[in-house]
């Protein structure tokens, strides 16, 4: 009898915690900061229809100096993407760092959406003189009627993606300037 009593006390604690309002609920799920730039980019709302891959990356140092012009070449997927420090960039030496990425935005599997994406380090450093993201138009083909080409920026503390400049797709290459390190992405 005293076993049935215990195992009744068993099921019914057992009860009383899947059933408290004591327990935490599991959090929302977090859009990161990938799914927020296709939504950002093309307008979608469901992001567990879309997968986000990286087609290729590169990462790349550059150690700039007041006085000094530099430059970094990074090759993704056969496109040459041309990072340009100009000779007065910085009012001191800086070690920069970018990860550079073409990404996939599969879209159900029945199409794929495309966008450079620049994870910049250290964080936060801002330029004297703009920093020059200078890029192949080819790299860009999600909208062929399309005939501009968008810079975004991260916004950490808003959760969201701005979008930060507008370039006619006139010249075979665009060059974007940035003035400060943050994430960035490029797309049409």
């Known amino acids: 009898m005293w076993k049935n009593l215990i195992n009744v006390a068993i099921v019914l604690s057992l009860l009383a915690v899947g059933c408290s309002k ?3 609920a599991d959090p929302p799920e977090q859009t990161t900061d990938l799914e927020a730039l296709c939504s950002e980019l093309f307008g979608t709302q469901d992001n567990d229809s879309v997968e986000v891959i990286t087609a290729d990356s590169a990462e790349v140092a550059l150690d700039i100096e007041f006085g000094v012009s530099d430059s970094a070449e990074i090759d993704l997927d056969g496109d040459t993407l041309y990072i340009i420090a100009y000779d007065s960039t910085v009012s001191d030496s800086a070690d920069l760092a ?4 073409l990404l996939n935005f599969i879209f159900g599997g029945d199409s794929t959406k ?6 910049c380090s250290p964080d936060g450093l801002v330029f004297d003189n ?6 192949d ?3 860009f083909n999600n909208h062929p009627n399309a005939n501009v080409v968008k810079l975004y920026i991260y916004d950490t503390d808003g959760d969201r993606w ?3 400049s507008v370039l ?3 010249d075979p290459r665009l060059r974007f300037e940035i003035d400060h390190f943050s994430k960035y992405a490029i797309s049409d």
């Open 137 to 139: 138009l080819d790299s």
């Open 168 to 170: 006619q797709k006139t």
């Open 114 to 119: 495309m966008a450079m994406f620049f994870n």
């Open 22 to 24: 004591d327990n935490p």
């Open 130 to 135: 703009s920093l020059i993201f200078d890029v």
């Open 98 to 101: 970018v990860d550079c990425r």
């Open 162 to 164: 701005d979008l930060v």
